[in-house]
C-alpha cells in the first residue's frame, strides 16, 4: 500500500463515495483489534486509533488506498457502554451499508483467536449469510497464545460454525504485533480488488 488517504467519516451509506471502487470493510466487537489490525495492514502508527475506551469508532470511515480501493472502519458492534437507542442506530447504519453498498467486495470479521465462540459473533456471521454478504474471518492477537492453542480454538470456532454453514469461508490468523497474516490477508485483498477492476473495465 503505497497511498493512503482518509477521505471521510460518514454516518449512512447513501452519502458514501460513488466513484465505483473495489472495496473493503472491517468490522468486530469493540476491542478485537481493528484498529491495530488496520494500522498493521497500512503499514502506519496511528491511521485508526487503537484505543482502551472501547466505542470510538461511530461512522463509517472510508480509507483510499493507491487511489484504487476502499478500506471502511466500521464501528465495533455489540458495545454494552452505550445506550440501548444508540446501539440501535449504529445496527442500523452498518447493516444498511452491508446490505446496500453494491461496491462492497468483502467484509472482514474480526474475531479474538483466545476468546471461545461468541453469540454475538456467531450471530452477526449468520446474519450475514443469511443476506448474501460476501465475508471472511480475520482471527486477532495470535501471539498471545501459543500455536497449539490458536488451531485448536480456531477448530473449534468452525465446529461452531458448521452447525450452520455447509462450507466455511475464508480464515486468516493474523497478530498485529507480530505481523502474522499480514501478507497472506493483503494478497487476499489486491487479488478480489484487481478481478474487480479487470472485470469493470
Ligand atoms: P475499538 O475501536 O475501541 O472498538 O477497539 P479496536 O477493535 O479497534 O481495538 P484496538 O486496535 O484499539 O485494540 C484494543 C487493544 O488490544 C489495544 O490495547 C491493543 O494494543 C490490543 N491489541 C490489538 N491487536 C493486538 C495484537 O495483535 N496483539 C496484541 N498482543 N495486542 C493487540
Ligand atoms: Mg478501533
Redesign the pocket.
Known amino acids: 500500500m503505497k497511498t493512503i488517504e482518509f477521505i471521510g467519516s460518514f454516518p449512512e451509506y447513501r452519502i458514501c463515495p460513488k466513484d465505483n471502487k473495489p472495496e473493503f470493510a472491517f468490522i468486530?466487537?469493540?476491542?478485537?483489534?481493528?484498529?491495530?489490525?488496520?494500522?498493521?495492514l497500512t503499514e502506519r502508527k496511528s491511521l485508526?486509533?487503537?484505543?482502551?475506551?472501547?466505542?470510538?469508532?461511530q461512522h463509517l470511515n472510508f480509507y483510499l488506498i493507491d487511489k484504487e480501493w476502499y478500506l471502511v472502519d466500521l464501528?465495533?458492534y455489540g458495545?454494552a457502554q452505550t445506550s440501548k437507542k444508540l446501539r440501535r442506530a449504529f445496527e442500523i447504519m452498518i447493516h444498511q451499508y452491508l446490505e446496500r453498498r453494491l461496491t462492497l467486495q468483502c467484509t472482514f470479521v474480526?474475531i479474538d483467536i483466545r476468546i471461545p465462540p461468541q453469540a454475538i459473533d456467531i450471530d452477526f456471521i449468520n446474519w450475514l449469510g443469511a443476506n448474501g454478504i460476501p465475508f471472511s474471518i480475520v482471527f486477532?492477537?495470535?501471539?498471545?497464545n501459543n500455536e497449539k492453542t490458536n488451531l485448536e480454538n480456531i477448530e473449534i470456532f468452525k465446529a461452531e460454525m458448521l452447525k450452520t454453514w455447509e462450507a466455511l469461508p475464508a480464515f486468516f490468523i493474523?497478530?498485529?504485533?507480530?505481523r502474522q497474516g499480514k501478507d497472506e490477508l493483503t494478497d487476499y485483498i489486491q487479488g478480489i480488488k484487481q478481478q474487480f477492476i479487470d472485470y469493470h473495465s
Open positions: 468486530g466487537r469493540s476491542n478485537v483489534g481493528k484498529s491495530s489490525l488496520i494500522n498493521m485508526a486509533r487503537v484505543s482502551k475506551t472501547p466505542g470510538k469508532t464501528p465495533g458495545y474480526l486477532t492477537k495470535a501471539d498471545k493474523t497478530s498485529s504485533e507480530t
